[in-house]
């Protein structure tokens, strides 16, 4: 009787194709994808093996030569076959996310026993022969136990689609059909097999049930991100709905760089994502020094997650290290000032939370909430932060503000030193919430546009400050204007200058009474509604002044080009005066905007000091805690009638 080889041929080109796509796909990183290599591998190898021995074995009584190759590549092919579906078992506790139930040792001893009792039959049959015999006259022979061989690979591949079909939750319907659509065709090859021994099926119908899970489970585009060479954003949130379902205790490690969007502007994408690739390996390289079981995640571009395993890891003394390392000089092709900056948030998982959205919220947010100046918090004390919050009630707290009218305006006013008295004011919004108190617009606003409802503060905003003008005489109190701060979306309406005519026909106020505050990344997101709305209102006399220069990169050359006339350097440019650098900084930025003719204003100006350098460099107008805060409309007229009569 002769075996028709052609199926188990086949198979091996199957098995080579796969294993190149493995690699040609990058599909090397991770456990699963580690199991599902040696998968293959260990099924070529059986192949191989078994074709060698059939062909060994076709012309009876075999020769030496023949003898001995039939013999190794029997065993070759046993062997193969029995690792193989040990590893289809691992495999599956692998891709559920389950693999921490088989960490113990223990534990994977016992589920070994089955394996190693089947080797000890192996291993013995050279002088049982009860599984097959191998001899000069009748070549290969199955022996009377060889249904044991098929029964302990029945078991563990049953109880691998068993344990699958109890995680089936953990993955997609279309991954466990292709899981179970496996098992059921190099089983049903098998059986063919078993009873059927001339046709070699059991190979090709392996290989086929694994171009199933090279298309439909192990997708690298759903998991990896190549660009930098890590797992990907979607990845992440895979893995954390199976840790969330799991409950499997877990490190979730958040890191943000809060320059990233600036650094990318100005590196380029391409550049930018080199660096973060480096990145990743470096954070990839400590990790792994340090002994953690972890997977490194980015979402474009300015996060990377890190999911350790290792519940007793010690992640701040692993970020300790990773800053030292990170603020060594000469880092590759990087100058100092071409860095980002991380932030780092650690969340024992579901300890500290056990809410998806929250935990994914706290990912993009943490680092607006945590203390200025710190550069790791863990996920306990940040909760604990007031900040944290507010910005978690937002929703809550900007609609009961909206529908219950709750803002407010205050005025914070600005010291001109030519003329030695106040000659102008900055209107700033301000919200008391019953539950939370005062609530920093500079938590609100930046909300507020992302959830559409700027417009309505905005509106208000502009409404409240032409009604405080048209109640006060600006004049009399030696006011030239008002600043009023405009948000991106606020300078993107196309009926903003109808607006702004409106109000003040409705108020009797004239456009020379307000100030427009932009920001240099207003004017850089969206170029030209802005220069039209820019135009229109200039042409109505309103004007306009330049706010935060000197946060993100700022460029000379545009801010020349702006219709404006005032300049408002940010109070970070201030704050860093206290040092040799910042000083110098603060006197050339002066130097450069009086020689394109700009006005200065320089905000939170806080001590004596500072006022004096600024005005000896020149600085036209202070704003900053040095004379008021911000004041309750009433109290500001007050301290103008005060201050500005002297
Ligand atoms: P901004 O427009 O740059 O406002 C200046 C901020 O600096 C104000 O914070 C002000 O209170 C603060 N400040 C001024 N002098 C000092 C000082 O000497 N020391 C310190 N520590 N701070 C000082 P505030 O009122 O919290 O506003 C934060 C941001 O919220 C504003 O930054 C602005 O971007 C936004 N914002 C405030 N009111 C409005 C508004 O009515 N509309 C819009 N669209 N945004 C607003
Ligand atoms: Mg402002
Ligand atoms: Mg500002």
């Not at 029997?74 to 062997?79: D, E, R």
């Not at 991100?225 to 890590?230: F, I, L, M, W």
């Not at 609609?399 to 600005?414: L, S």
């Not at 110098?584 to 002066?590: D, G, H």
Request: charged share 20%; proline share 3%.
């Amino acid at each position: 009787m002769h075996t028709i080889l052609y199926f188990d041929v086949c198979s091996v080109p199957i098995f080579i194709m796969i294993l190149i796509t493995v690699f040609v796909r990058k599909m090397t990183k991770g456990m699963t994808n580690r199991f599902f290599i040696a998968l293959i591998t260990l099924s070529a190898i059986a192949a191989v093996s078994d074709v060698i021995m059939e062909l060994s074995c076709r012309t009876l009584p075999l020769t030496d030569l023949r003898l001995v190759l039939a013999t190794v590549f029997i065993y070759g092919y046993y062997f193969g076959r029995a690792v193989s579906i040990m590893l289809y078992f691992f495999f599956i506790f692998s891709i559920t996310g389950t693999w921490y139930r088989v960490r113990a040792a223990s534990v994977r001893m016992i589920l070994m026993i089955p394996f190693a009792v089947h080797m000890l039959f192996y291993i013995t049959n050279p002088f049982t022969g009860v599984i097959f015999t191998v001899t000069a006259e009748n070549g290969y022979q199955r022996g009377p136990l060889i249904g044991i061989a098929y029964a302990f690979s029945m078991l563990y591949a049953l109880a691998g689609t068993v344990y699958l079909l109890m995680c089936r939750k953990f993955l997609t319907r279309e991954k466990i059909v292709s899981l179970v659509a496996l098992y059921v065709l190099s089983m049903a090859g098998a059986i063919v097999q078993f009873f059927f021994p001339q046709f070699l099926l059991e190979l090709i119908s392996a290989a086929l049930s694994f171009i199933l899970v090279i298309l439909f489970v192990l997708r690298p585009e759903e998991i990896s991100d190549a660009s930098v060479g890590s797992l990907s954003y979607s990845a992440y949130r895979n893995e954390l709905k199976k840790i969330l379902l799991t409950k499997q205790k877990t490190q979730v490690v958040s890191i943000r760089f809060i320059n990233a969007y600036e650094l990318r502007a100005y590196l380029g994408q391409e550049k930018y994502l080199a660096y973060i690739a480096h990145i990743i390996q470096q954070i990839n390289l400590l990790f792994h020094k340090e002994g953690a079981y972890f997977d490194i995640y980015y979402e474009d571009p300015a996060n990377i997650y890190i999911i350790i395993e290792n519940k007793n890891y010690d992640v701040y003394d692993c970020v300790k290290r990773f800053y030292k390392e990170f603020t060594r000089k000469s880092e590759k092709g990087v100058s100092s000032s071409e860095r980002v900056i991380p932030k780092v948030c650690r969340i024992v998982v579901p300890d500290d939370v056990n809410d998806f959205d929250e935990i994914i919220r706290i990912g993009h947010e943490f680092a607006d909430q945590m203390p200025a100046n710190t550069l790791y918090i863990e996920a306990p004390e940040l909760i604990a932060s007031k900040d944290y919050l507010v910005v978690s009630h937002m929703d809550q707290i900007l609609n009961k503000a909206i529908q219950e009218h709750r803002f407010e305006m205050y005025y914070q006013p600005i010291y001109s030193f030519e003329r030695g008295k106040f000659v102008s004011a900055e209107a700033l919004i301000r919200l008391i919430d019953d539950e939370y108190g005062f609530v920093s617009p500079g938590l609100f606003i930046p909300a507020a546009e992302q959830k559409g409802v700027i417009l309505p503060i905005g509106d208000f905003v502009l409404e409240d400050v032409h009604r405080f003008i048209s109640e006060n005489d600006l004049d009399a109190l030696g006011l030239d204007y008002i600043e009023i701060n405009l948000s991106v979306a606020q300078c993107l309406q196309e009926e903003l200058p109808t607006k702004l005519e409106l109000l003040g026909e409705k108020y009797g106020v004239s456009p020379d009474k307000i100030n427009l505050e932009i920001t240099e990344t207003t004017y850089e997101n969206i170029g030209n509604v802005m220069d039209i709305n820019l135009q229109v209102l200039s042409g109505m006399g309103y004007t306009f002044l330049l706010d935060d220069y000197g946060t993100g990169y700022s460029n000379m050359q545009r801010v020349s080009r702006l219709p404006l006339k005032i300049v408002k350097l940010d109070k970070s440019l201030v704050d860093d005066m206290g040092s040799d650098d910042g000083m110098l900084i603060m006197r050339n930025t002066v130097k450069m905007m009086k020689d394109i003719d700009k006005e200065l204003v320089a905000e939170g100006v806080e001590t004596k000091e500072d006022l004096d350098q600024l005005k000896s460099m020149g600085c036209n107008f202070i704003q900053g805690f040095y004379f008021s805060k911000p004041l309750p409309a009433k109290d500001f007229v007050e301290f103008l009638k005060k201050h500005n009569s002297a």
